[in-house]
């Protein structure tokens, strides 16, 4: 593939003059250095005001980026009339908050994984969505990832034939979270920081899941921090039909490094092909059988697009993703239709994590339609 395929096939409305710019307003600069880099890149953004209560911060993103509109005030961003979309990016246990403010200035929100740390304010997140007629979006990066998205597509092209098994895993040796003051405030959790990513891809590929079942240990690692925390955790989830995901995270104890383990991957498993997609190697893997039975295992490998994806030190950073994501919002804007994951896919998800939470605790299965009934949640509605 060249090596601007994937911004040709990303961008191809971008020509016209009539095609709609979004603006963007990002709150929390933190990581919100990678989606100011992906509006500043895209032509369908307009990156026009960012935020933080750090003015140094704000002062150091506008000297990197070479830009001059800031706030330290939410309250002053949500009354610019420059700004259509709120991109939040503020640490996890502010997000419902956030999201409740956007909605109620009149603007559009994009925000970080993981939508919210618990399901304790969806339904006033619904009911004010529902009044106000304002968009949310939850940047899940991992599907927008290259391989990720080819995988997606073959999926979609019924390459796989009938899916019969979705496993998908997020390993990450993160003990250095352990130290930081953050992961003994309320709210920290391995589940919500980590393993939602791989929670994401399974519902992404079976989103009628229902039934929970897993296990889970505190390792020595984390009990010598005196937090008590499941980080080492495997979960099956089962749909309506019976199909199944296996969902694994390990984040406090050795890990492989990534060209033997990825630390994000998926792997469907369908009735005439298998195929696997990582992260954060540009390879994807797979086999899918012709219609006389043959297959043999293809490697693709989209290692020249790590520019794009990765842009700053490291990979740390990947704002190729939220790129790719971005102008996938702007293209399903301008369709008229609901870019997802949405506000009720981002709840069912977390109500998918909440029967995990009760899995562990009880050592029973639990359900997800039990979990958002107690919740007073009906996503059916919405």
């Not at 640490?91 to 399901?119: N, W």
């Not at 040796?173 to 309320?186: E, G, N, T």
Request: net charge negative; aromatic share 10%.
């Amino acid at each position: 593939m060249e090596k601007n395929k994937i911004m040709s096939e990303q961008n191809s409305e971008k020509n016209s003059k009539d095609v709609r710019r979004f603006h963007m307003g990002v709150l929390g600069l933190g990581e919100g250095r990678s989606i100011m880099s992906a509006a500043l890149q895209s032509d369908d953004w307009e990156l026009a005001q960012i935020c933080d209560l750090n003015e140094e911060l704000c002062k150091s993103r506008c000297r990197e980026f070479h830009f001059d509109h800031y706030t330290t005030s939410y309250e002053e961003m949500l009354k610019d009339p420059d700004v259509d979309v709120i991109a939040i990016y503020t640490p996890d246990q502010m997000h419902a908050e956030h999201i409740r403010m956007a909605m109620e200035a009149g603007k559009d929100v994009i925000c970080t994984k993981p939508l919210m740390i618990s399901l304790d304010r969806a339904k006033e997140l619904l009911d004010v969505q529902k009044r106000t007629g304002r968009t949310v979006f939850v940047g899940q990066s991992s599907r927008y990832f290259e391989p990720a998205r080819r995988q997606r597509e073959d999926f979609l092209a019924g390459k796989h034939g009938e899916l019969e098994m979705v496993q998908t895993q997020y390993i990450s040796d993160s003990r250095w979270f352990l130290a930081r003051d953050w992961s003994h405030r309320k709210g920290f959790s391995w589940m919500y920081n980590f393993m939602i990513h791989a929670v994401d891809l399974a519902a992404w590929y079976l989103p009628d899941i229902e039934k929970v079942y897993g296990c889970g240990v505190v390792s020595e690692n984390t009990k010598s921090y005196q937090i008590d925390l499941p980080d080492t955790m495997n979960f099956l989830l089962s749909d309506k039909s019976g199909r199944f995901a296996s969902v694994t995270g390990a984040y406090a104890i050795p890990g492989f490094r990534s060209d033997v383990e990825q630390s994000i991957s998926c792997t469907l498993r369908g009735s005439r092909g298998i195929s696997r997609a990582g992260y954060p190697k540009l390879w994807y893997y797979t086999k899918f059988e012709s219609e006389d039975g043959k297959a043999e295992t293809q490697f693709h490998d989209y290692t020249d697009l790590h520019p794009y994806y990765f842009r700053f030190e490291g990979e740390s950073h990947h704002a190729g993703e939220y790129q790719n994501y971005i102008e996938e919002y702007a293209r399903e804007m301008r369709a008229g239709r609901t870019p997802k994951p949405d506000l009720k896919e981002g709840i069912h998800t977390l109500a998918i994590m909440e029967a995990m939470e009760e899995s562990l605790r009880t050592g029973q299965p639990a359900s997800v339609s039990e979990v958002l009934s107690r919740r007073g949640i009906r996503l059916e509605d919405c």
